[in-house]
């Protein structure tokens, strides 16, 4: 269908940003008759043979933004990447529902993660379709805390290879119920997937992995009132005289400063560069920033608290290929005895000996490789509460500044010598553990939370921003609390249900 902007407006739609919320906003809004630009910072992703190359992706970080952030004034270059498809094309392709009480106030060691203004029932229609569009792979019924699902999984779980199948065997014999970990890859017949080991932070040469690209937005383009503008940044988003629409955003379109109006915008940029535009956004009548009378843009950072555990044995080489096929939810709503949450527990992407150097930089490249060759790596994640001062800020010269106020670290190390227990319990004698800090931003979200009310959140339950009738925030930033699963199934599945609402709402919404 051939779409017309209204009123004179290059677009109808204006979403920024082609990561899972953009792109799944997009894909509602395919077809509906509304002119839908998406527009993208970075280019498409090449597939090229540095891909896979282990060197250029982690030693030369050939992907990595050269943008330079500050972390409460010191600089460091952050693990941002700006590809369509944004951070997916990156993902290790974990796709797990928030638990049913994740929606719900949880009581942990430290504090309180608050109740959302949705239950799990809003958003598990959404979930299905997601994990319908996605192609996830899992197994229901396997893992102990998982919601009730209207629907089967599609497609089954990945085969574990045969040393996970033994530790998978061990973890039993301890008591545990560990289950297959969903993930979205393309296996099976017909499908892309090699299995090989250049999955988890690396992008797929062979279009195998379930990206927002391949996944959302290309099924979008297919139609024709949606297009895709790469290359172009935006700066700034303008309102008009009272404040109440936005009818611009000022961006660089490569290299070349400009204006695009449109009848109704989608911000969906991460939860910090989201947080950031907004904040960078400000005018007489927004003067903290646009969606920011309840001053919670930027505030209430959470990336989860996160550590990386390498379980070695000496004479066991680690010949998997891909790895991501168990987890452990044994302890995510207590430690067992009656204590708090502590979190879940998961298979990493192999470690290749160049993923060391920055964590092992004294130590001889033939121990990096000995360790890596010959360990079983694990993922231990538990919630990162949100608090007030952790936040995004901009700097003077416009870098952003982020301030990330570390809570419920306690339950976490507990967690993280737990599973170190486990693991030793699995036959390996030796368990390496590393927290990951602020630079690894992966999992961020928070920073525009949504709510029930205006005065302690920026966004309405649909992601509008309450001061402005036609700007939604569908990204991570949304989230009033960060649960200890992976993000991106949740921000795919309130991504559809909004953008659902504005193809059913859009006659109203346009000017």
Not at 12 to 29: C, M, P, W, Y
Not at 332 to 346: C, I, K, N, R
Not at 420 to 431: D, H
Request: one cysteine or more; aromatic letters at 8%; glycine letters at 10%.
């Amino acid at each position: 269908m051939t779409a017309m902007a209204h009123n004179g407006l290059d677009c109808d739609v204006l979403i920024i940003g082609s990561g899972v919320g953009g792109s799944a906003v997009a894909l509602q809004l395919a077809d509906s008759g509304a002119s839908v630009w998406v527009l993208e910072r970075g280019p498409v992703l090449p597939r090229e043979a540095q891909n896979w190359d282990i060197e250029a992706v982690f030693a030369e970080r050939r992907y990595q933004t050269d943008e330079v952030w500050y972390a409460s004034g010191r600089a460091f270059r952050p693990g941002m990447f700006y590809f369509v498809g944004g951070h997916t094309k990156f993902y290790g392709t974990a796709m797990l529902r928030f638990r049913q009480r994740d929606f719900e106030a949880v009581e942990h060691e430290e504090g309180i993660s608050p109740a959302w203004p949705l239950r799990y029932a809003d958003l598990e229609p959404w979930y299905a379709l997601a994990e319908q569009l996605f192609g996830v792979r899992g197994q229901g019924g396997a893992d102990p805390t998982e919601p009730p699902r209207s629907t089967a999984y599609a497609h089954p779980p990945v085969p574990h290879e045969p040393l996970l199948s033994r530790i998978e065997q061990r973890l039993r014999a301890q008591g545990l119920r560990p289950f297959p970990m969903p993930c979205a890859i393309d296996l099976g017949p017909g499908g892309h997937c090699r299995r090989c080991a250049n999955c988890d932070a690396v992008p797929c040469m062979v279009g195998a992995k379930g990206d927002a690209e391949t996944c959302l937005l290309r099924p979008a383009l297919a139609h024709r009132n949606v297009r895709l503008h790469t290359g172009v940044h935006v700066q700034r988003l303008l309102t008009d005289a009272g404040g109440r629409r936005v009818v611009a955003a000022e961006v660089v379109d490569r290299g070349v400063a400009r204006r695009i109006t449109a009848g109704l915008f989608v911000l969906s940029a991460g939860a910090i560069n989201s947080a950031a535009l907004l904040l960078r956004s400000a005018n007489a009548r927004h003067p903290r920033g646009l969606a920011n009378g309840s001053d919670v843009v930027g505030r209430h950072y959470m990336t989860h608290n996160t550590t990386a555990l390498m379980a070695w044995h000496p004479f066991r080489r680690n010949r998997t290929r891909f790895p991501k096929t168990l987890a452990l939810h044994d302890f995510y709503f207590g430690d067992g005895a009656g204590g708090p949450p502590l979190g879940s527990l998961q298979l990493l992407g192999k470690i290749r000996e160049p993923m060391l150097r920055a964590a092992l930089p004294g130590t001889p490249r033939w121990l990096r490789s000995a360790l890596a060759e010959r360990s079983v790596d694990w993922y231990a994640q538990s919630e990162d509460l949100p608090h007030p001062s952790s936040r995004v800020t901009l700097r003077a010269d416009g870098a952003i500044d982020l301030h990330w106020h570390r809570t419920n670290l306690r339950a976490h190390q507990r967690w993280v010598a737990r599973c170190a227990q486990i693991l030793r319990g699995t036959g390996y004698p030796l368990v390496l553990s590393r927290g990951f800090g602020t630079e690894v931003v992966s999992h961020q979200c928070g920073t525009v939370r949504l709510g029930s009310d205006p005065a302690t959140s920026a966004l309405d339950p649909q992601c509008k921003a309450w001061e402005l009738d036609n700007l939604y925030v569908v990204d991570a930033g949304f989230f009033p609390s960060s649960a200890a699963v992976n993000p991106a199934l949740t921000v795919a599945a309130q991504a559809l249900r909004v953008g659902s609402h504005l193809r059913h709402h859009l006659q109203e919404l346009l000017p």
